[in-house]
């Protein structure tokens, strides 16, 4: 499908959802693309990276408070449920026109019950998917206004700052399964939407840049997170998981005409040393001094 077929799908299925608008933040493959054409940004080139489902972060609790439920704002829009679950965390109508949804929120609790779905109290037959570091995207958004378009009214979305986007990306990655549905590398595809937000240069990382101190500002444990997300990027630019830029190389080929493996590899790990130096100039600026400098990162 054509990006802007995807995107109609988007705007779609957040007008279905639009008494929950101020509610939920639109997290995964999507915010790049929105900021990119709704962010208000004067220069930001290069190509998009199809997504073709909507992850919706859940805060809890999410009370009806006279609004019609969720389950039944799908249903009437003729969603069903993924599974035969008395709650589902996965919505789909058409599959292959991406009109899918999964509904997630931020892990609370022990590590054991981490992925497993938990139902959602005040929205009967939903469910959500639950995983860790959100809060992050959670306590840090941006609402962006998609003007009218192809006959579809405008629609308000709320989105992860630039900065906790692209935080929660280097926390996560490794601990991203091999595949995703489409057949694409998890990692590699994570690794690649870093280099798409460092690749424009200039105001959007400027952005990023700016988020990212706000974000660490806010408390120690954020300050620690931007510690361990450098230390995650180093290692693939210095460490043992040097080896993933390959096939987020390969993804990035399928994009960009007449550039080889080796180039591919070399841009993405240009703009990955870009955003390791940004998250220790971060780090050394607000991480607590106990958790380390600068000097204990140069060989990552």
């Not at 003729?78 to 709650?87: C, E, L, N, Q």
């Not at 706000?214 to 080896?243: D, K, P």
Request: aromatic share 8%.
């Amino acid at each position: 499908m054509e990006q802007q077929d995807l995107e109609r799908v988007l705007r779609t299925i957040l007008a279905e959802l639009r008494p929950y608008a101020s509610d939920l933040v639109l997290i995964g493959g999507w915010v790049p693309y929105l900021y990119r054409h709704y962010g208000g940004f004067t220069a930001w080139s290069g190509a998009d990276t199809l997504t073709f489902e909507l992850d919706l972060l859940v805060p809890q609790p999410l009370p009806v408070e006279g609004r019609t439920s969720i389950a039944l704002l799908l249903g009437d829009a003729g969603f069903r449920p993924a599974s035969d679950a008395s709650a589902a965390a996965v919505w789909v109508r058409d599959v292959a026109r991406g009109e899918k949804i999964e509904f997630i929120v931020s892990h609370q609790g022990t590590a054991r019950n981490q992925g497993r779905f938990v139902a959602l109290r005040e929205q009967p037959g939903v469910a959500a998917i639950p995983l860790v570091d959100l809060d992050v995207l959670a306590d840090h958004t941006q609402t962006l206004t998609l003007p009218p378009a192809a006959g579809l009214p405008a629609v308000e979305v709320r989105v992860p700052t630039l900065g906790a986007y692209a935080l929660n990306k280097a926390l996560t990655f490794i601990r991203r399964g091999d595949r995703a549905e489409t057949g694409s590398p998890k990692m590699a595809k994570d690794l690649l939407y870093l280099g798409d937000l460092l690749a424009p240069g200039g105001e959007v990382v400027s952005r990023i840049e700016r988020d990212l101190g706000a974000i660490a500002q806010t408390s120690s444990r954020n300050a620690e997170r931007v510690y361990s997300a450098a230390t995650n990027v180093g290692w693939v630019i210095n460490g043992h998981l040097r080896e993933k830029l390959s096939p987020a190389a390969r993804m990035m080929m399928e994009r960009v005409s007449a550039i080889s493996q080796a180039a591919a590899e070399a841009r993405l790990e240009g703009f990955l040393r870009d955003f390791h130096e940004i998250l220790m100039e971060c780090a050394n600026r607000y991480a607590p001094s106990e958790i380390g400098r600068s000097d204990d990162w140069d060989e990552m």
